[in-house]
């Protein structure tokens, strides 16, 4: 199984942190609140420069020349870039020695962008691509079909959509970094739009790796993904933490750390909690 961890940020700079919890119930009370320790903290933004890197063109990712979020990450060897920050939003994968790992990582939207997309009922949810995700249960739905004007050229797409155009490219990729490096760890990390397409990547990565290969997903301003039993699978809240609405059957994957704007992270138990701007 993988681990999910999602960091969300606000244009105050309010961020939140989903991580995996099994189980847990909807219904949480402010008790379920702890702090989160310094050294998690730490651990944890490091990976932001991953998110702020996704937004360079393939011409700077690729020689790994993109300022600071690139000097942040010395050693990150690039395999695979694309994308044309369209249709295609820009990704990249590569090999990270700090953590040893292979990192997969895909571009997001302005969130003021991805927000009023979001809100719009024109949205239907659709199974998985049963070639791209082979055995998983018909019940399990994510946002496919949707209108991003603003966006993608006036493209109808949705978060399967953006992740079917580069899924087997990014598996390829992958695969030969596991190869060259004799490693099993894969980060996914993604913000926006992008945390949307990269939570589902993992999915897709853990169905066509081997059972010994251990992924983490990290993202940052992830939106509602899938329905319930999307959420259930994965078992893992920014204006985009809060879009879609619960009320079209769109649900988080579990357990939410939220940073607030006096830098306080907080942790939360559960799938959704509509409190959270208020803690004890």
């Known amino acids: 199984m993988f681990v999910t961890t999602t960091v969300s940020l606000l244009l105050t700079l309010l961020a939140s942190l989903v991580l995996a919890f099994p ?6 009370t402010r008790s379920a609140i702890t702090s989160v320790p310094p050294s998690t903290v730490t651990a944890l933004t490091i990976y932001g420069q991953f998110s702020r890197a996704s937004y360079c063109p393939p011409t700077q990712t690729s020689s790994w020349a993109c300022g600071q979020a690139c000097s942040a990450l010395p050693g990150f060897v690039p395999y695979l870039v694309g994308g044309d920050d369209g249709p295609t939003p820009y990704y ?3 090999y990270w020695p700090t953590k040893n790992t292979a990192v997969v990582v895909h571009q997001g939207r302005a969130p003021y ?3 009023s997309v979001l809100g719009d009922l024109g949205m239907t949810l659709s199974t998985l ?3 791209l995700f082979p055995g998983l249960s018909c019940s399990i739905r994510v946002l496919f079909t949707v209108a991003f004007p603003k966006l993608l050229h006036s493209v109808h797409t949705g978060f399967a959509h953006v992740q079917a155009l580069t899924a087997t490219t990014i598996l390829a990729a992958v695969d030969k970094i596991l ?6 760890k894969v980060t996914v990390i993604g913000h926006s739009l992008g945390a949307a397409v990269a939570m589902i990547d993992t999915v897709y990565l853990q169905l066509h790796l081997p059972s010994s290969t251990s992924l983490k997903f990290i993202g940052h301003g992830t939106p509602r993904v899938g329905n319930q039993a999307f959420a259930d699978y994965v078992d893992a809240t920014d204006p985009i933490p809060i879009v879609p609405d619960l009320s079209l059957g769109y649900r988080h994957v579990s357990g939410e750390v939220h940073i607030l704007e006096n830098d306080t992270w907080i942790a939360c138990a559960g799938m959704y909690l509509n409190f959270i701007e208020h803690p004890p």
Request: a negative charge; charged letters at 25%.
């Open 113 to 115: 962008y991805l927000e």
């Open 23 to 28: 189980g847990a119930d909807l219904n949480e």
């Open 129 to 131: 691509d049963s070639t």
């Open 179 to 184: 190869s060259d490096h004799s490693i099993t």
């Open 92 to 94: 990249y994968v590569g």
